[in-house]
C-alpha cells in the first residue's frame, strides 16, 4: 500500500477510534428506558456475548497463524504451537 | 511509543495494584460451579493437524471470589517437506506451521503444546496467569482487567491489560541457525458495551498492542537473490485495532450478529474484518447458528513476491504469506444444546450442555482448513 493510501485510511481509523469513544456517552441517555424486566431476551444465550467469548478466543488464536492481525477480543497470548 | 519489558511489567503492576484496592470489588459474582471439556480438531490444506483436548473450570472459593481455570493439551502434526531439503520447492512445504528440519525432513514433524490459565475474578475485577509450553517456545502472561456497570446498568466500561514474555528456543536446524531469543507483549483494551433498546444491544472496543523480539520463524528461508537466506522481520512491532458488535433479537426467536474489525501496524498491514451471524432455536434448548466471515488485508511494507538481493526491503524479508496481501471467508454452522431445559426431570442430564461447531476457511493463498469441535458442559 503506497504512503498516501495508508495515510488515509489511518484518518480513516482515526475517525472510527474516536465514534467509538464517544458512542457510549451518547447512547446512554438514549438507552435509559431498557428497565431491569424488560433484559429477559437481552439475557438469552442467542443475544449474549458471554455465549460466544471463548469460542471466540479460539478462533482468534487460529487466525492469528493464518492472517497478519490479530485482535476483537482481548490481548494476545504467547506461543502457539500451530505458527 | 516504546514500551521496554520493565516498562511493561512496572505498567501491569500498578495496574494489579489499583485494581486489588479497589472498593468496588466487594459484590459477591454467583456464578456456579461448572466443567466443560472439548475436543478441537484443525485440519488444513498443508495436512497440518491439530487435536486440542481443552478443558475449563470454574469454581466459587474463598469469599466473593471465583476460580477459572484452564488447560489446553494440543498435538500437532507437521507434515514431512515434499522436495529436497534446502530447495526453493521445500519452503513452500512450511510455509503455516513451524517446524525444523533436521534427521529425516521427509517424514512428519510432531510436537506437543500444554497450556495452563487461571483467573481469579471479584467483583468488577479479575487477574489471570497465562503459561504455555512446547518443546522451543514458552509464553507467559499477565493480565488484569476491571469493568464497571453505569447508568442504571445500561452501559458497562471494561478496561483491560496484559504483559506477555515469551521465550523462544530454536531447536536443531539444518538450513538455518536462530538463537535463543525472547518476544515482549504489552496489551491494553477498552471496551463499552451499551443496550440501545430491550432487543438490541452494541459492544465497541479498541486495542493495542506493543511487541518486541524475534517475530519470524527460526525455521523458515526465504528466496532471495537466487539463494536461500533465513527470514528476517523487524523486531518491534506496534498494532491497534478498533471493532464493533451489534446484536439484534427477532420476534421468531432468533438473534441476528454482525461484527466489525478495523486494524493497523506500523508494518504496513492494514486490514478490514466483517462478520454476520444468525442464531435460531429448534426448539426450546436448542438452537442453531450460521456465520459468515469476510477478511481482507494489506501486505506489510516489507513483502515482496521476488526478492532481487538477499538484503531484501530495507533489511527485511519474509516467506510468510500473512505478510502478503491476503483475504478470507470463513463459514460456519453450530448447534447448541441444553439439557437443563430438554430433559429438565433427569437429575443427571439436566447438569449437562452440549455444543458441536464446524467452520470451513478459505483464502486467496489455495489454503483453506476445516475446523470441528465438540463440546460438553457440566454443571455442579
Excluded at chain 1, 54 to 68: M, N, S, Y
Excluded at chain 2, 242 to 247: D, E, M, P, R, T
Excluded at chain 2, 317 to 323: A, E, H, K, V, W
Amino acid at each position: 500500500m503506497k504512503t498516501s493510501q495508508r495515510n488515509t485510511w489511518k484518518r480513516a481509523l482515526g475517525l472510527l477510534l474516536a465514534a467509538i469513544l464517544c458512542a457510549p456517552a451518547l447512547t446512554g441517555c438514549a438507552a435509559k428506558g431498557v428497565a431491569a424486566y424488560q433484559r429477559e431476551n437481552l439475557a438469552d444465550p442467542i443475544m449474549a456475548f458471554q455465549t460466544r467469548a471463548k469460542r471466540d478466543a479460539r478462533r482468534v488464536r487460529a487466525l492469528e497463524a493464518r492472517e497478519g492481525s490479530t485482535g476483537g477480543i482481548g490481548g494476545e497470548g504467547g506461543g502457539c504451537a500451530c505458527k | 511509543m516504546q514500551v521496554t519489558p520493565r516498562m511493561g511489567r512496572g505498567l501491569v503492576a500498578v495496574t494489579l495494584g489499583v485494581l486489588a484496592a479497589s472498593p468496588a470489588a466487594a459484590q459477591a459474582t454467583g456464578d456456579p460451579s461448572a466443567a466443560n471439556g472439548l475436543f478441537r480438531l484443525f485440519v488444513d490444506s498443508k495436512h497440518v493437524l491439530v487435536r486440542s483436548l481443552v478443558q475449563d473450570f470454574s469454581i466459587p472459593v474463598a469469599g466473593d471470589v471465583n476460580l477459572s481455570l484452564h488447560w489446553n493439551n494440543e498435538h500437532v502434526t507437521v507434515p514431512g517437506v515434499s522436495a529436497p531439503v534446502g530447495s526453493p520447492e521445500a519452503i513452500d512445504a512450511i510455509t503455516t506451521a513451524s517446524r525444523p528440519i533436521s534427521g529425516d525432513a521427509y517424514q512428519d514433524y510432531e510436537k506437543v503444546r500444554n497450556e495452563l490459565e487461571g483467573q481469579a475474578t471479584r467483583g468488577p475485577v479479575s487477574v489471570g496467569y497465562y503459561y504455555s509450553t512446547e518443546s522451543d517456545y514458552v509464553g507467559q502472561q499477565v493480565s488484569a482487567t476491571y469493568n464497571r456497570d453505569l447508568h442504571d446498568d445500561q452501559l458497562n466500561l471494561s478496561f483491560g491489560t496484559s504483559y506477555g514474555w515469551d521465550d523462544i528456543l530454536p531447536l536443531e536446524n539444518q538450513r538455518s541457525t536462530t538463537a535463543a531469543s525472547t518476544k515482549n507483549t504489552m496489551h491494553w483494551n477498552a471496551v463499552a458495551t451499551q443496550l440501545l433498546s430491550p432487543t438490541s444491544v452494541v459492544r465497541v472496543g479498541v486495542e493495542y498492542n506493543h511487541v518486541s523480539g524475534l517475530q519470524h520463524n527460526p525455521y523458515r528461508l526465504v528466496y532471495a537473490g537466487g539463494t536461500t537466506v533465513p527470514e528476517r522481520h523487524p523486531d518491534s512491532r506496534e498494532r491497534r485495532d478498533a471493532f464493533v458488535k451489534f446484536h439484534q433479537y427477532l420476534s421468531n426467536r432468533s438473534s441476528l450478529q454482525f461484527d466489525y474489525r478495523i486494524y493497523d501496524d506500523d508494518w504496513g498491514v492494514f486490514s478490514h474484518e466483517v462478520a454476520g451471524g444468525l442464531s435460531q432455536y429448534v426448539t426450546r434448548g436448542l438452537y442453531a447458528r450460521y456465520q459468515y466471515r469476510w477478511y481482507r488485508q494489506s501486505s506489510a511494507d516489507f513483502w515482496s513476491n521476488d526478492y532481487t538481493t538477499t538484503q531484501g526491503i530495507d533489511g527485511y524479508l519474509t516467506g510468510d504469506y500473512r505478510m502478503s496481501p491476503l483475504s478470507s471467508h470463513l463459514f460456519g454452522v453450530s448447534l447448541n444444546a441444553d439439557l437443563s431445559v430438554l430433559a429438565p426431570d433427569s437429575p443427571t442430564l439436566r447438569r449437562f450442555a452440549l455444543t458441536f461447531d464446524y467452520e470451513r476457511y478459505f483464502n486467496n493463498e489455495n489454503y483453506s482448513a476445516d475446523i470441528l469441535e465438540t463440546g460438553v458442559e457440566f454443571r455442579f
